[in-house]
């Protein structure tokens, strides 16, 4: 099958997944549209980071279907997944802490899009001038703000139509985390979808088109970015409701 216009990019059907015998996910339909942002939200636990694992092929899926442009990824390998052009910038970072930034980059050129290296370096420096100021030095010598630009940049070398991105906000300073909101917003309109999961449950629903709630591995709410923040029953989503129906707002 292949791409079409009302075809969403990323479209996940009744997906249950987790770890060993244990299911983590349960019965997820979510979809993203090209050029979007979507926001997962959800307390600790709720099961995001295993919602992006199960997308990027990092955790088994168990029942559902996983289809990226026209394409079923239901199952895939990592390594397959970036390759189509869904990249994942996983919670905690995960850069090569031992290596400078310029090699974190280049360990994460996989030439999927035909851009060289060093054009997407430079697309990467321009984005993060801190990270071409700091090419020479160890990851590991860097703030928290830095590394989470760097982990970006990594994904941003695979070439990504869709960027999935975990907690990219979590542990850093107030100014740090609008700079990061801002590259965000930034790549959208670059052209970039985004699939954002975050527990800064404000900014992230100023930033995002549309937004879903899980809690307890099951979706339990769901609508435009803006009408859920407006909406009385986002606490209650996120609090507790563990029981009840899917909520569309
Ligand atoms: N590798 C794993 N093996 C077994 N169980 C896991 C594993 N990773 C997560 N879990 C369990 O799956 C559930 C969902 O975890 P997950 O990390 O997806 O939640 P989360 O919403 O990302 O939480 P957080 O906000 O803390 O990052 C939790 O009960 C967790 O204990
Ligand atoms: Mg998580």
Redesign the pocket.
């Known amino acids: 099958m292949t791409s079409t216009t009302s075809e969403p990019l990323l479209r996940i059907a009744g997906l249950s997944s ?3 015998r ?1 299911n ?2 349960d019965g997820i339909d979510l979809e993203v549209d090209r050029q979007e942002i979507v926001v997962i939200l ?12 199960s997308i990027s092929g990092v ?1 088994r899926t168990g029942a559902g279907r996983v289809t990226f442009d026209g394409r079923d990824i239901t199952g895939a390998k990592p390594e397959h997944v970036v390759r189509l052009g869904l990249t994942h910038c996983p ?1 905690g970072r995960q850069i090569f802490q031992r290596l400078t930034v310029e090699e974190n980059l280049l360990a994460a050129h996989i030439g999927r899009g035909g851009k060289s290296f060093e054009t997407l370096r430079a697309e990467v420096f321009e984005l993060f001038p801190i990270l071409k100021e700091r090419r020479n030095g160890m990851a590991s010598r860097m703030s928290g703000g830095q590394q989470q630009m760097l982990a970006i940049g990594r994904a941003l070398m695979a070439e990504p139509v869709l960027l999935m991105l ?2 990219p906000s979590l542990g850093l300073a107030p100014k740090v985390v609008h700079q990061i909101f801002r590259i965000i917003l930034d790549l959208s309109t670059a052209g970039i979808s985004i699939l954002l ?1 975050e ?1 800064n449950v404000q900014l992230a629903l100023e930033c995002g088109d549309y937004a879903y709630m ?1 809690n307890t ?1 099951r979706i339990r709410l769901h609508g435009r970015a803006q009408e859920i923040a407006a909406h009385s029953s986002l606490g209650e989503a996120y609090l507790g409701g563990a029981t009840g129906e899917t909520l569309h707002v």
């Open positions: 987790g770890y060993g244990v983590v996910l959800g307390p600790n636990g709720a099961g995001k980071t295993t919602l992006l694992n955790a919670e975990d907690e999961v527990q899980l591995g």
